[in-house]
């Protein structure tokens, strides 16, 4: 049986290259450099708002009952400003849209999981610096190698939504 051209299968090196690297990054010089102190900017902002919310958190658990009713709003919106500011980031290291907010909130959610773990069962009195220093060196490969990276994200998103 001959098969049409429509039925016809894609060469495995094209479906690998489709799904791989190069189908979730998109990077180039000029904006990678700007996405590289982008992160750095914003993981350092992050790591602030974080501090900042950790010390509000705990006067209010002393029972100051004036800043109660809008300090779980203010954490939410300070989160939404983690994931914005560290998927932008990734988007201007050359990630492609859902592959940066993919790589966005899993370094939001690592930097949060730091944050707690150094504060609350380290109890670290200054975190900010330690969080800064380790999240810096847990994002190197996002930024040395920033196609490999995109290319494990897509991965992932493949299987998770295939």
């Not at 750095?40 to 958190?57: N, P």
């Not at 300070?78 to 994931?83: E, I, P, Q, S, V």
């Not at 773990?117 to 609350?120: D, F």
């Given at each position: 049986m001959i098969q049409s051209e429509s039925t016809a299968r894609l060469a495995p090196a094209t479906v690998a290259r489709m799904a791989g690297a190069e189908a979730g990054y998109r990077g180039d010089a000029a904006t990678h450099l700007v996405g590289m102190l982008s992160l750095?900017?914003?993981?350092?902002?992050?790591?602030?708002?974080?501090?900042?919310?950790?010390?509000?958190?705990r006067k209010v658990a002393a029972g100051d009952a004036k800043r109660v009713w809008w300090f779980g709003y203010t954490r939410d919106l300070?989160?939404?400003?983690?994931?914005v500011l560290l998927s932008t980031s990734h988007y201007l290291l050359g990630f492609k849209g859902p592959i940066a907010l993919m790589a966005g909130f899993t370094t939001g959610l690592i930097l949060y999981l730091l944050d707690f773990?150094?504060?609350?069962v380290v109890h670290l009195g200054r975190t900010v610096p330690t969080l800064v220093v380790t999240m810096i060196l847990l994002t190197l490969p996002t930024q040395i190698a920033p196609r490999s990276v995109a290319g494990a994200f897509g991965g992932a998103l493949s299987a998770l939504f295939p």
């Open positions: 750095i900017a914003s993981i350092i902002v992050f790591a602030m708002v974080l501090d900042a919310l950790r010390r509000e958190g300070m989160n939404l400003l983690g994931l773990t150094l504060a609350n």
